[in-house]
């Protein structure tokens, strides 16, 4: 249980996917315009990292890595350079799932979102938590799945930051050529310095 909560807390906070990797910048920066959009495209990408790293793990596990075909009778067959390929169509197909979700069940947040739900399919932090688990080599399926969510919930607390802080500061008097992206890169290299301040923690 202990390993379950150090996991998870690494994937909030020492190992954020927009403040220490700065992975998912695209949609991180589009959506995060207001606090609505942003929470309802963060939990999407927990969802999605929610299943697709599980999944993602069962297919390293028992067919792509060397030796995982063994069950089958071929314990010499390695299938481990179709990663890429296999992980990215996993995530292509959950995210057509989320799509579909959303638009039938909330069709406000739907349009609201736009063209960024379907390209959450090429959200870095999505891959890259599917790379993370693999290079990690998580014994047991529900560390993965432990380790999908937190990064999810890391990466929903960095965008409703953002959105939250980009709120307020419509009527605050930013420089001119200050305004829009510029004070927001700014403002995520100060929240990125602040969460380095997380990675001097030792989990037991």
Known sequence: M?????????????ENMI?????????YLAVSKTVNTAVGLGFAVIFVLCVTIPVNYLLEKFILSAGALEWAGMPDVDLSFLSFIMFIAIIAS???????????FAPALYGALGIFLPLIAVNCSILGGALFMQEREFETL????????GSGVGWLLAIVAIAAIREKIRYSNVPAPLRGLGITFIITGLMGMAFMSFMGIELG
């Open 2 to 14: 202990q390993d379950l909560v150090n996991i998870f807390i690494k994937g909030v906070f020492i």
């Open 19 to 27: 403040f220490a990797y700065f992975l998912g910048m695209c949609s």
């Open 94 to 104: 959950i995210v057509q799932l989320v799509e579909m979700l959303v638009e039938k």
């Open 142 to 149: 529900t560390e993965a799945t432990v380790f999908g969510f």
